[in-house]
């Protein structure tokens, strides 16, 4: 009878261990082809590109609807025109791409208006926001401002010192270096119900040596 039952025992152990290792190579089976789902199935935001809220402007990130309004503690601010060209263009080791244009009016909170007084005497005015991306192609650093001046069809110019998003775009980048940002310019001379496109300018590309190696790009944004 012990004989007996060593022998069940013995056969219940060898069909419970095979019944664990088909478990077990189920279970990696199944994590291997969620693995390989996953890495099949692209992100859908590969390719789109975000933009952050600037500390120095009320939140406009979401506002794509003309004449829609966003008040926050930083002020209040309505779309007056919206561009998304998307357009890429490359000077020699440099690709710059506009992303969006946006043309706001902006009466920025109490707190902020010394900050703006410093870029124009009134309290409420419009701006042209600008959100690029910058990426140095090559294998030498460069020197690089993505937007060197902006002239609207009312003829008035503005130019890279006149930015007041300040997120640090303009200069060196380094070899491989992409940058990903916004640019803010005050247009106080320039009405915002009635433009009806800017063209923007970028610096010329540069070495480490401060010599030219390439020309400016040139976008015409309409609205």
């Not at 390719?47 to 003309?66: G, H, K, M, P, W």
């Not at 460069?142 to 998003?165: A, C, L």
């Not at 270096?177 to 106080?188: A, R, Y």
């Not at 119900?193 to 030219?212: A, C, F, G, Q, R």
Request: aromatic residues 8%.
């Amino acid at each position: 009878m012990a004989f007996k039952r060593w022998i069940l025992l013995g056969l219940t152990a060898v069909i419970f261990t095979g019944c664990s290792t088909d478990t077990e190579k189920q279970e990696k089976k199944n994590v291997t082809q969620q693995n390989e789902q996953k890495q099949e199935t692209p992100s859908k935001n590969e390719d789109e590109l975000s933009f952050n809220d600037s500390s120095q402007a009320s939140d406009d990130t979401e506002l794509t609807e003309i004449n829609k309004t966003v008040e926050d503690p930083d002020g209040t601010v309505t779309l007056k025109k919206y561009a998304k060209p998307g357009e890429e263009q490359k000077s020699d080791l440099i690709s710059l791409t506009i992303a969006e244009v946006k043309v706001l009016d902006y009466a920025p909170s109490l707190d902020l208006i010394d900050f703006f007084h410093g870029y124009t005497e009134k309290d409420k005015f419009p701006y042209v926001r600008v959100n690029v991306r910058i990426k140095n192609n090559g294998k030498e650093n460069v020197h690089f401002n993505p937007v060197s001046e902006i002239k609207t069809d009312q003829g008035e110019t503005v130019t890279w010192e006149d930015d007041f998003y300040l997120e640090k775009l303009n200069g060196e980048l380094k070899p491989g270096e992409e940058k990903v940002g916004s640019l803010g310019f005050i247009i106080d001379e320039t009405d915002p119900e009635k433009i009806k496109n800017v063209t923007i300018t970028s610096s010329e590309v540069l070495n480490d040596k401060k010599k030219k190696i390439a020309d400016p790009l040139t976008f015409k944004v309409d609205f």
